[in-house]
């Protein structure tokens, strides 16, 4: 007779890295709140459309890079990497284009798209996207699976962002990106659970996408930490 819990269940693959990504998320979380909350958030906002251009520019790159490692000959035989460029092969016209949502949110706050463009990354930036460079090219690019699901993770309700508009006396054209990811990132994420959960990831592979996942939270706390303390320089 089983002396397991009767409310007791296996843990999915999706589930097992959403309940990390939360364990780990109170950091984010915090400096997520500080950023919206910010009693200058015209001037943080600023500096946070520059620093996630400079993130959000390199997603369709990375993917692609991550692309070209699962279908190396030496990964042929992997039973993940297959299913798993199936998925990058389509996620990657989906984010197409998303860099381009930021570059118009600066033009209506005044900013011109080549600033943008030619603004240098913080250091903290350069960090999150390289570090996944690493993994893919010297590790393994399965790891590439944390850093999407945190990247697609929760993003803020359109009701709250209208409210954000209106306390900073913003025009909504200024969040279109939001706006825009508002609606698509529930329908990414809910697609890439599926993918975790159809994988035959071990538990070696669990562990590098739960690290991986980590270490993509510590990156992005320490980016919003900078753009919440910009103001002070």
Same mark, same amino acid.
């Given at each position: 007779?089983?002396?397991?819990?009767?409310?007791?269940?296996?843990?999915?693959?999706?589930?097992?890295?959403?309940?990390?990504?939360?364990?780990?998320?109170?950091?984010?979380? /915090?400096?997520?709140?500080?950023?919206?909350?910010? =009693?200058?958030?015209?001037?943080?906002?600023?500096?946070?459309?520059?620093?996630?251009?400079?993130?959000?520019?390199?997603?369709?790159?990375?993917?692609?890079?991550?692309?070209?490692?699962?279908?190396?000959?030496?990964?042929?035989?992997?039973?993940?990497?297959?299913?798993?460029?199936?998925?990058?092969?389509?996620?990657?016209?989906?984010?197409?284009?998303?860099?381009?949502?930021?570059?118009?949110?600066?033009?209506?706050?005044?900013?011109?798209?080549?600033?943008?463009?030619?603004?240098? =990354?913080?250091?903290?930036?350069?960090?999150?996207?390289?570090?996944?460079?690493?993994?893919?090219?010297?590790?393994?690019?399965?790891?590439?699976?944390?850093?999407?699901?945190?990247?697609?993770?929760?993003? =803020?309700?359109?009701?709250?962002?209208?409210?954000?508009?209106?306390?900073?006396?913003?025009?909504?054209?200024?969040?279109?990106?939001?706006?825009?990811?508002?609606?698509?990132?529930?329908?990414?994420?809910? /697609?890439?659970?599926?993918?975790?959960?159809?994988? =035959?990831?071990?538990?070696?592979?669990?562990?590098?996408?739960?690290?991986?996942?980590?270490?993509?939270?510590?990156?992005?706390?320490?980016?919003?930490?900078?753009?919440?303390?910009?103001?002070?320089?």
């Amino acid at each position: 007779m089983s002396m397991a819990s009767p409310s007791a269940k296996h843990l999915s693959n999706s589930e097992l890295l959403r309940t990390r990504i939360a364990l780990f998320s109170s950091g984010l979380d /915090e400096a997520a709140y500080q950023f919206w909350m910010h =009693p200058e958030f015209v001037a943080v906002y600023r500096e946070y459309l520059f620093q996630s251009h400079s993130i959000i520019r390199a997603s369709v790159p990375l993917m692609k890079a991550t692309l070209e490692c699962c279908r190396a000959p030496k990964y042929l035989s992997d039973p993940v990497l297959k299913p798993f460029g199936d998925y990058l092969e389509r996620h990657i016209l989906e984010e197409s284009g998303h860099d381009e949502w930021i570059l118009d949110d600066a033009e209506v706050l005044g900013i011109q798209r080549r600033a943008l463009l030619e603004h240098i =990354p913080k250091r903290t930036a350069l960090q999150l996207v390289g570090s996944q460079y690493y993994w893919i090219y010297h590790y393994h690019p399965v790891a590439m699976l944390g850093y999407i699901a945190v990247m697609e993770g929760t993003p =803020p309700e359109t009701e709250f962002i209208k409210d954000v508009a209106r306390r900073n006396k913003l025009t909504l054209q200024a969040f279109s990106s939001f706006l825009l990811h508002a609606k698509i990132d529930p329908r990414h994420r809910a /697609e890439l659970d599926l993918l975790l959960d159809v994988l =035959p990831l071990t538990h070696e592979y669990l562990g590098l996408v739960g690290l991986s996942a980590v270490q993509t939270i510590q990156y992005l706390t320490a980016v919003l930490a900078d753009v919440n303390t910009s103001h002070l320089c």
